[in-house]
């Protein structure tokens, strides 16, 4: 049974940084894509950052010169580093990986998320 694990969040203040980390375990194979979203009180998931495997990584335009986006597909773990962070980052943020086991058989792995608050 594959689980993504978040670790990472919490309080930080405006201006201050976090590091997440997701770490996937059980067995899992032929990872397409790792990322992170976000979801804040009243609103959609949102995409913040993905890594398309050997292809290109992705921000939101609202994260872009703030947040970085690194992973280890060997070791099955993503990270985000968060910088400059503001109130409006504040969220439930999921780790995701979309992996293809086999031909025409895509499947997304989700996390159960990491609480980031950012208030002062």
């Known amino acids: 049974q594959v689980q993504l694990v978040e670790s990472g969040g919490g309080l930080a203040q405006p201006g201050g940084s976090l590091r997440l980390s997701c770490a996937a375990s059980?067995?899992?194979?032929?990872?397409?894509?790792m990322g992170w979203y976000r979801q804040a009180p009243g609103k959609e998931r949102e995409l913040v950052a993905v890594?398309?495997?050997?292809?290109?990584?992705t921000y939101a335009d609202s994260v872009k010169g703030r947040f970085t986006i690194s992973g280890d597909n060997a070791k099955r773990t993503v990270y985000l580093q968060m910088d400059s962070l503001k109130p409006e980052d504040t969220a439930v943020y999921y780790c995701?990986?979309?992996?293809?086991?086999?031909?025409?058989?895509?499947?997304?792995?989700w996390g159960k998320g990491t609480l980031v608050t950012v208030s002062s």
């Open positions: 995701k990986f979309a992996v293809r086991p086999r031909a025409y058989v895509d499947l997304d792995y």
């Open positions: 059980g067995s899992i194979s032929s990872i397409r894509t």
């Open positions: 890594i398309i495997i050997g292809v290109t990584t």
